[in-house]
């Protein structure tokens, strides 16, 4: 079910981009959107998102172990701070707008400018919705609760959805920076807004059914705040790190996107990498994140009991089964790209050549889309073990790495290739982050299970050749006979995906991958008529 919630959250998601590109397009309108849209995620991730993940869960199924009644007293405090803090940083963010889009967009000039500036003031608001969702989310995954926060992001990619129709509907024509209207900002402006509003209060029924009642509580007892700052320090430091090479990656991004459009060379910059990343981020949720989510409880309480032997299957476990779904979805994403991009954004306002250029950046993610899969998993380790230090240590690597190429390929590649270099270097730095994570657990967890996870990627290597070629020949083969265009790109990703899909399986059968068989096990038991 967390599966499925996953899988129908990024397929709304994925018309929701696809809807918001060909109202937007990829030009200076959607830069200005989409750089101030992301800025609230990003100050919401510095200051609350990586404590969450990194210290809330932990410390809560620490404290309900060791007492039912104190671990609910707990859960009331820290809400309490959280909804004052993500209050407190709302409003902050919304006055620092302009220095915001000073840092993520320099480039920007005139009504561009001024635009993203009143979009991220208005989109501050979200901070505190990410906040409250994310923390009711947290608390539900320390009860076993782990559906509705798979579903509840649905409801805000409907609602955007709509947002971007009606937008479609009331506009006549290329809308620019200089020829949008206030009411056009209004209604993308509340929109955005309202959709994740809806996502919060669609988790309020699934915490009350869980027993949660918050009572605003300050009374926090000796130690307590010391434990989440002595483990938050090292999460902030993580994720300012992180987030200092997206600022400068962004930035880069979009001065590229002013110069492609004076050099005439095409929409270039940030929009159709931020699209392609939507993409890409789509095999990773639907079962990295399944995964992770349900592992971090379990590996929390058996570190917590000093069970190293269980955390180190339960990690394993994990890799093998996201990378049986992940590496495979990748290799569709890397042949297929182009028929992706075609036949999702090239519409509206996005023609095909703009629509390509996201193919091309998708085609970088898909290298990195294992890498950074296992990179994540490995983080949660850490976290399980409360050791958010680590995770701070490696990230200097990783960002260093990600930025240094960034800074190189901008400074060598064409403008028309920045984008896609800048993607390959986020490959590289992930590929770099597992590499270090993997040195480091295998002496803090006395080994890392191996020999099972290479043996069972080896197979899996072997297992996807023929998917490559079968994907390849449906792409060559409808060019050829249809042209191409969206008809073609339709037929390639349909024929493509499924027939390739299909020899993926049995080869891994072949070949007797057994999370392959636990995978279709575990899905063929919930289909209807099935025990």
Known sequence: MMAVGTLASRITGFLRSVILVAALGTAALGDAYNTANTIPFIVYDL???????????????????????????????????????LAVMAAVAALLAPLLINIYGSDFQGEQRDLAVLFARLFAVQIFFLGVSAFAGAILNTRQRFVAPMW?????????????VTFLLVTTGKVTPESITGTEVALLAT????????????LWPSLRGSGFRWRPRFDFRRGELGQIGGMAIWTLAYVVITQAGFAVTTNLLNAVGVQGRLEGVGNVGYTPYFNAYQLFQLPYAIIGVTVITALLPRMSEHAAEGKRSLVRDDFSAGLRLATVVILPAAALMFVLAPDIATALFAHGQTTRPDALVIGDVMRMFAIALVPFSAYQLMLRVFYAHSDTR???????????????LALVLYNTLPTERVAMGIAGGFAVANLTGTLVCWLILRRKLEGVDGRRIVGTNLKLAVAIWPLIGFAYAAHAVSDA??????????????????????????????????????????????LPGRS
């Open 481 to 526: 006979a249809i042209g191409p265009g969206f008809p073609a790109s339709v037929v390639a990703l349909v024929v493509g995906s499924t027939g390739g899909g299909l020899l993926y399986l049995v080869f891994a059968r072949l070949l007797r991958v057994a999370e392959v068989q636990t995978l279709l096990s575990t899905v063929t038991s919930r």
């Open 47 to 85: 200051l609350l998102g990586g404590i969450l993940t990194a210290v809330v869960v932990p410390l809560l199924v620490r404290a309900r172990e060791r007492d039912p009644v104190y671990g609910r007293q707990y859960e009331q405090r820290l809400f309490t701070l959280a909804l004052t803090g």
């Open 390 to 404: 680590t995770p701070a240590l490696v990230a200097i690597v990783t960002v260093s790495t990600n930025v240094a």
């Open 152 to 164: 509840a992001p649905v409801l805000n990619n409907i609602v955007i959805c709509v947002t971007g």
């Open 191 to 202: 929109g955005t807004i309202g959709g994740i509003a809806v996502q919060t209060l669609a």
